[in-house]
């Protein structure tokens, strides 16, 4: 029987990263994980939301919560920016019964919702260790890729609570994954490191050395791709690899993949098409 789960695909696949909802909506079939969709869902705000206005933040993510609720589903994302957020922010009204009070009473007033804080959060990467388990993974690779893979984080997973029963600080999760789909594992320094996302048209320079570093670290350790479980540093370390290493003078000429893409093609979804490499950087190699 599938795991069900009420389905938030996070903010940039809807628009400039449409290739996360469809592998995620591919991969999720192969898994046996029922993707239901919620109806008004809107936007976590990313964070940013909530420089200008963190009461509109929680409020918005309250709403989208409830309506999961009224599902009776914990949500699962590919997006580790709407895990995080969405995590935290039920985190805050859960130890602020003060501000659930008035978070849900401005969600009954102005949409008739209201937040119980029953549901957890989860990222795909979550699911397939704990839900769907290691092993029962490995019998549904059907494509596997025996190479050196780098394993991207981002920091927004990396929060005790959210991983589940992986390390916050020297994770393993995305390790087993990997080595479940024929390959091997690269070890780096900067796998939890920031690449700067939210910075990238205000401190451009800043983050094309945030994601630079990233690159090279992993390249320099024999990394031939990289996997990110975090959709918005995926775009940041794919597209402006070029322009970082111009910045910087450091190798980042690396394929760099979504989570969902790469868990995708091990499951036997698009064989002729491992990923939409907006660098356009070949999957093997310089």
């Not at 709403?63 to 009224?70: C, L, N, P, Y």
């Amino acid at each position: 029987m599938p795991i069900r789960f009420a389905y938030h695909p996070g903010n940039v696949a809807h628009s400039s990263a449409p290739e996360v909802d469809e592998t995620m909506r591919a991969a999720c079939r192969s898994l046996d994980i029922e993707l239901i969709d919620m109806p008004g869902a809107t936007s976590c705000g990313a964070g940013i939301l909530g420089q200008a206005n963190r009461r509109l933040q929680i409020t918005l993510n309250a709403r989208t919560m409830s309506i999961a609720e009224d599902l009776g589903m914990d949500i699962i994302t590919p997006c580790a920016t709407t895990a995080a957020t969405l995590f935290e922010d039920l985190m805050m009204l859960k130890a602020d019964s003060s501000l659930m009070g008035e978070v849900n009473r401005t969600l009954e007033k102005t949409t008739g919702r209201v937040l119980e804080g029953s549901i957890k959060i989860r990222h795909l990467l979550q699911v397939i260790l704990e839900d769907i388990g290691i092993e029962n993974f490995s019998k549904k690779v059907k494509n596997p890729i025996p190479s050196p893979l780098a394993p991207y984080y981002g920091p927004n997973l990396q929060q005790v609570g959210l991983i589940g029963g992986d390390d916050v600080f020297d994770p393993w999760y995305m390790e087993s994954v990997i080595e479940a789909g024929g390959g091997d594992p690269i070890r780096y320094a900067s796998r939890t490191s920031s690449a700067g996302t939210p910075g990238i048209f205000s401190e451009e320079q800043t983050v094309l050395r945030q994601s630079a570093n990233i690159l090279s670290d992993a390249k320099t350790m024999g990394a031939r791709m990289m996997i990110s479980a975090c959709t918005l540093s995926h775009g940041v370390l794919d597209i402006y690899q070029g322009k970082a290493s111009r910045s910087t003078g450091l190798n980042t000429n690396l394929p760099v993949i979504h989570f969902c893409e790469y868990v995708a093609f091990l499951t036997g979804n698009f064989p002729t098409r491992l990923a939409m490499l907006k660098t356009r950087v070949a999957v093997i190699g310089d």
